[in-house]
């Protein structure tokens, strides 16, 4: 089981970047799929996460109204979009994947199974 996040970079306050994260190895439709960050300093934190067919989203209160989780089914592709970042968004962004199959979006690391190696953004003032 293989999950590649890419996507990352440097932008200032106020940009937008979208990550990706490709999965290979595991049946992906079946897959709760979710974003967590960790700043440095700090533990990991989620950030997203997206039920299997893509009908249920939760969003940490700190991204709520600015970034968006999707999926592509097809393509085995999670995405993060982030909009309106902020110097406090500086931190690697890891995808997850959980296969338990659960309805609901586990919103803990715990729940997740499968992580992608991270990929940094950077958000500067």
């Known amino acids: 089981v293989q999950l590649q996040a890419s996507g990352g970079g440097l932008v200032q306050a106020g940009g937008s970047l979208r990550l990706s994260c490709a999965a290979s190895?595991?049946?992906?439709?079946?897959?709760?799929l979710g974003w967590f960050r960790q700043a440095p300093g700090k533990e990991r934190e989620f950030v997203a996460a997206i039920s299997r067919s893509g009908s249920i989203k939760y969003y940490a209160d700190s991204v709520k109204g600015r970034f968006t989780v999707s999926r592509d089914n097809v393509k085995n592709t999670v995405f993060l979009q982030m909009n309106s970042l902020k110097p406090e968004d500086t931190a690697v962004y890891y995808c997850?994947?959980?296969?338990?199959?659960?309805?609901?979006?586990?919103?803990?690391?715990?729940?997740?199974?499968?992580w992608g190696q991270g990929t940094l953004v950077t958000v500067s003032s």
């Open positions: 997850a994947g959980d296969r338990s199959q659960r309805v609901v979006p586990g919103l803990m690391s715990k729940n997740y199974d499968y």
């Open positions: 190895g595991l049946p992906f439709s079946r897959y709760v």
